[in-house]
Each structure stands twice: as structure tokens, then as C-alpha cells.
């Protein structure tokens, strides 16, 4: 009962199309209506607007600016605590990826489903809220408030804001030939929600039972839940110590989405080479079983709440991936490099696929 | 084409017996884990939180405030540039009941519908958005980012932000014995958006044509549409010239549920008696054919984007009342006093309604 709906696949496609198309048009107004910077102290702060994962705005008060960052989506986890902290993760991310690391306030946004009775709804809504709080408390912040309204469809998700010195925020867009790229989480968790969902799809699941057992795909989904939950604050805070020169976070858009999207607002010619996907283990197999479905090997699998793909100096990069690791008992990948080009992105013919085992950080197979 | 779907009437009462519901959990939690008040060199800085207009989080830089507040809903009227207007007024209206007048930044949230065909889309959401962004450009601030997704309504909303000093924003909690209060647009709005509907269904227009023409129902509609896209703003900053003890603004708990918020949240034992309730012509009157359904003069009728319910000493009311009317071409009205009592809010028995006529500012008759 305290179960959630997944909503219709389709979407995401669909929103990924819907959106590109309305954003051109307001990013068209704002080039014509906003000045590029503000000025401080005859220092120039950026004004950062739609297109990248965050806003900064800056204030009138000494210096400061304010970033900004929303998103909202549907339950893609039958779990409704994991889905309130999931949501929480996904809309911290996009200020992890501009190297934020704390967040002054949040609020929540909830659609309560027509189609939930009313015992389900004061089960499952609860603990959606309770999910994201939580993940709130773990990031260092609150949620002071929000909005609920009544929809078809369950949704969730949240505004994220801070206020800040520039020397808070690390601008994306400062990507030099020679940098190599860091991704510090696995890919497939859309993948793996789905083959999830499969196990009671006899049909779907024949499609898929010739290349993964019924305890790979259970061990998949423990892994991507708890990938996606997972903050990415303290990749962020290692993008200050390891002179990080800009990132994005990997979500609806897949890898070659937001690569394309952070190559093309970077200030020097260079382009981006991915050679690597790190997939949670036999995803990949699934998403090749699949056809053209998942689009995984080509980048162009959704993810939630995915890992931060950085720009970093090639000898800083593998001491990066060895403090994570360290801190948080994670790996994470050097998955590309920048080299000098059209501020374009691309993955080579033939990536290595890295398969991620679905353990713990403690070493305990799931 | 370019017309918009209203959604079903049933989502109001639903949405606000859930939402109080979900709230007093989220509430009580905020009530356990964090301080009332932070405090910058010696002085303490109020923070709010759920169950108010907007939240207010004390930073760690000079004693300023965050100020955020976040709402969204579901298309009401058939225009689409005037839904993104009104959407954008609605926003920002919390923001002016705290008495703050400057906002530094906003976001856009948006949900496709999709029962949309692909042109009605590409016509009718650029239209919103142009709403939106041109009633965000009148309130003096930008639109930086937002989210759009799919879903099966169409949905509009945003998020507003600003940072500022305490002198910038009143706390509503300072209502004292002998205060009026004064609601600075006519109710009805509800009303007035469904009688607009019922022109092209006869049998529910056969319940109201006795006390109503098409023509007085095509004024009011009107009337509405302009009054829900009338920016707070004035009645924000002229809080602070004729010194309000605290404000709220009339939405979706209709005038009486949000009279008993305010009074509810009163540092002083006070409460709240509405005597007159002004209401946009020939719509109490609709209201009445319609039986128990607005409960519009017993305040429960949902307003959109309403006006401004304030708390002013006596002596300033007919001053406010005069400087708005004299700025903006509207009127406002004294509707009640606030005298000793336990912090409720209530209508008289027989309360005298206002007909406000449905014309422009400039004395054009609609």
C-alpha cells in the first residue's frame, strides 16, 4: 500500500523534447533583456541564467549573489521515504555541480495523486516529506516551505537557495585543453528502475531474463537507489580543494546531454572525449537487450540524481578520485578529457564499459 | 486554439483539506527542531516557516534574510498570456504581503499538459510564458531558470526570492486592539471564472440567468482576469508609509481562512471581525443562485491572486485606502476591526457586500 506508481516511461523523452524547444525561446529573451554581469567593487559577478544547472543572481548587498536552483519530477522508486530523499539529492545537485556546498533554505513542491485513496495518500505522502527532509538535514539545511496541490500524477521536488561570495561558487565554464573528466557516479539507474519494474511484467521481463538474473536486477535497483540518494556535496567541496574548472550534474539529458551542455558554455576552444561509462553492473547488458529503448552506451539514458561529471587538471584528478573514495567510500572515474575543439562533446566508438559491483560502501554485497 | 483548459472545479476543496493536512505534519516537526529566532549582534532575527506567506531564513552574512516563497496551479481563465500573469502575480503576492516590495529573483515552474497536440503547445505555452516574464519585468525582477515537465494537466507556477535587511520586511504577527482592516481587491474571483464557463453550459447557466446577464457575467470576468493580474506592489510599499501591523493575501482558503491564519499567528490576544465584504458585481448574487457551492459571504469562495487583507492602526486606514486608489485607480476598502480575543477570525451575521463595479481605472466601463 505504501507503494508508489511509477509514471508512464514516455515522459522523459517527451520532456527532454518539450523542454530543449521552450527554453530556446526564453533563453532568446533573456540574451536580449540582461546585461551579462553585474559589477561589484569594479569586479565583474556573473549573472548566470536558464541553461546551466543553476541561477546566480547577483544582490545589491556587498558582493553577494544569489544561487538558485528547482526541479521537480515523478516517483520513479516504489519506495516513498527513498523517493522524498531521492528528490531532495536531485535538487541539491544542481548547486553541487557550481561547487556549492551549502544551501540557506529549501522548499518542497508536492503533487498529491488524484488517484491514491485517502489511506494510501496520508501513508505514502508523509513519508515522501519525511524522505526529503531527512536528505535536507543531511545536506546541512531545512525546509521552511513549499507547495502541495492536487494532480493526476504524484510529483516531487524542490527549490534549493543560497547566498554567496563568488569565491563560493565555481563558474563552469573554464574547461582548458589538457583537463581530464571525473564522473563520480555510475550510470543506468533509469535503466535499473525499469528492469525493476519488468520483474512483474512477464512480457518485458522475457525480453531481458536471457542477460541478467532476477537477484542482478534486485541488486541493481538497491545500488541505483541508493546512488541516487546519495548527496553529491562532497564532490563538491573536493572541486575547491582540486582546483576543479567546472561541472555539471548528469541527469534527464544522460551523459552526452549534459556534456554537450557544459562543453558549449565553456570560455576556451576545447571539446570533451568520453572514452569510459561506468555502469551499475549488467545494466549495460540490459540496455543492449533493449535495442534502441535506453540509448545507455550512446549517453543518452536519463538518469536521477546522477553523479557530478567535472573538468579537472589532469594531475589533480586521480588525488580527486582517491579522496572521495576515501571519504565517502565511493569510487568515482576519469571517464574523458578535454582536448582543443568546437566546445563539443562526444563519446568514442567503442567505450570501455566499466561494470560497478552493487555493494556497499562497507564492502557487504547487497 | 490558443485557449487554455480549466481544470475541474473539485480540486480547490480538495486541495486545501489535503493540504492542511500534509502541513500540520510538516509543521509540527518545524516546531521540534529548529530555534525561532537566529540572532545577528545581539539582535534577533525572526524565522518563519511553514503556515505564513513566505519563509524567511536568517544568513550568515550581515544580518540579512532570505525571503522565499513558491506556489502553483492549474489554468483558470482561457487566455493564455493573462494565466501567465496572473500565475506571476500569485507568486509574488506573498512576497508583498510581507511588506516586501523589491524581489530579486524568480523562477518558473511549468507542466506541459499532456492532452496538448504538439502545435497547440508550441502556441499556447510560449504565451504563458510571455505572461509570466512581463508581469515578473512590471514587479522590477527577472525570471532566471525554472523546470518544465510533462503532466497530465497543465500546470504554472514559480518561486520567488529576495535577500534583505529586517526594516524590509513587516513580520504579521503586531495586529493590537483598535487596528481596521482593510482587503485591497474584491472577492469573487471564483465565482466570476466559473460563471464566465457556465456561459456555454446551458444547464448550468440555466441555474444562474435569473440573477445574471452574459453581459454582467462577461464584465465580471473581466474584472477578474485584470484583478488577478494587478501586482501586490503598491499595496506593499504603502504597508510601510502608513505603518501595517501585518498583512496576508486572499487565495485559495478563501477571505475567512485566511483571516483566521493571521489572527492565529497574533503576538497580541486580538482577533478579527469582518463586517463588509466588497465582491465584484452581480457575483454575490451568483454565488447565492448557486446555493451552498462558493460559501463566497461566509469567506470560504477561493480567490486567485487576491488582494491584500491588512491590519492598520485606525487612524492610517482611510490614508492607505486614498494613496491606492489615487496610484493605481483602485479602490480599497475598510472590511473589519480587530478587537480583543483569542486569535480567530470571524464574519458578522448579516456582513453589508460592496458591489464593485466591473470598470477600468481610467473610469472606462467594460
Redesign the interface.
Known amino acids: 500500500m505504501a507503494e508508489l506508481q511509477a509514471a508512464p516511461l514516455t515522459?522523459e523523452a517527451?520532456?527532454a523534447e518539450?523542454?530543449s524547444?521552450?527554453?530556446e525561446?526564453?533563453q532568446q529573451?533573456?540574451d536580449n533583456?540582461?546585461d551579462e554581469h553585474a559589477h561589484f567593487m569594479h569586479m565583474a559577478i556573473p549573472?548566470?541564467?536558464?541553461g546551466m544547472d543553476?541561477?546566480v543572481?547577483p544582490?545589491q548587498?556587498?558582493g553577494?549573489s544569489?544561487v538558485?536552483?528547482?526541479?521537480?519530477?515523478?516517483p520513479l522508486v516504489d519506495d516513498p521515504y527513498m523517493m522524498g530523499k531521492i528528490a531532495c539529492a536531485n535538487v541539491l545537485s544542481d548547486m553541487y555541480a557550481m561547487g556549492v556546498t551549502e544551501c540557506?533554505?529549501m522548499?518542497?513542491?508536492?503533487g498529491?495523486s488524484?488517484k491514491m485513496t485517502e489511506k494510501e495518500?496520508?501513508i505514502v505522502?508523509?513519508l515522501i516529506?519525511r524522505g526529503f527532509?531527512d536528505s535536507a538535514?543531511e545536506a546541512g539545511t531545512?525546509?521552511?516551505?513549499?507547495?502541495?496541490?492536487?494532480?493526476?500524477?504524484c510529483?516531487i521536488?524542490g527549490?534549493a537557495?543560497t547566498?554567496c561570495q563568488p569565491n563560493e561558487y565555481i563558474v563552469p565554464d573554464n574547461a582548458v585543453v589538457g583537463d581530464v573528466l571525473v564522473l563520480t557516479k555510475p550510470l543506468g539507474t533509469q535503466v535499473a528502475v525499469n528492469a525493476h519494474q519488468w520483474l512483474d511484467q512477464p512480457e518485458r521481463w522475457n525480453r531481458i531474463k536471457l542477460v541478467v538474473s532476477e537477484d542482478d536486477v534486485r541488486k541493481a535497483y538497491q545500488r541505483a537507489m541508493d546512488s541516487m540518494a546519495r548527496l553529491n556535496r562532497i564532490a563538491a567541496r573536493l572541486m575547491h580543494k582540486y582546483n576543479a574548472h567546472g561541472a555539471t550534474d548528469v541527469t534527464g539529458f544522460g551523459l552526452l546531454g549534459h556534456a554537450q551542455n557544459l562543453a558549449k558554455h565553456q570560455k576556451n576552444e576545447v571539446s570533451f572525449v568520453i572514452h569510459n561509462l561506468p555502469v551499475i553492473a549488467k545494466m549495460a547488458a540490459v540496455a543492449k537487450a533493449c535495442g534502441n529503448m535506453f540509448q545507455l552506451l550512446q549517453g543518452h539514458s536519463a538518469e536521477t540524481s546522477g553523479g557530478l561529471l567535472i573538468c579537472l587538471p589532469r594531475e589533480q584528478a586521480a588525488a580527486y578520485c582517491k579522496d572521495i573514495e576515501k571519504q565517502e567510500g565511493y569510487q568515482a572515474w576519469i571517464i574523458g578529457i578535454v582536448e582543443k575543439g568546437n566546445r563539443t562533446a562526444r563519446i568514442i566508438d567503442k567505450p570501455r564499459v566499466i561494470e560497478v559491483p552493487a555493494k556497499e560502501k562497507d564492502g557487504e554485497l547487497w
Open positions: 515522459q517527451l520532456q518539450a523542454l524547444k521552450l527554453l525561446g526564453l529573451d533573456e533583456t540582461q549573472r548566470i541564467g536558464i543553476c541561477s543572481t544582490l548587498h556587498g553577494l544569489l538558485q536552483t528547482t526541479d521537480f519530477f515523478y540557506d533554505n522548499l518542497m513542491l508536492l498529491v488524484t495518500r496520508d505522502m508523509p516529506m527532509k538535514l531545512t525546509v521552511t516551505g513549499g507547495q502541495t496541490v492536487v494532480n493526476p500524477w510529483t521536488g527549490v537557495s547566498v
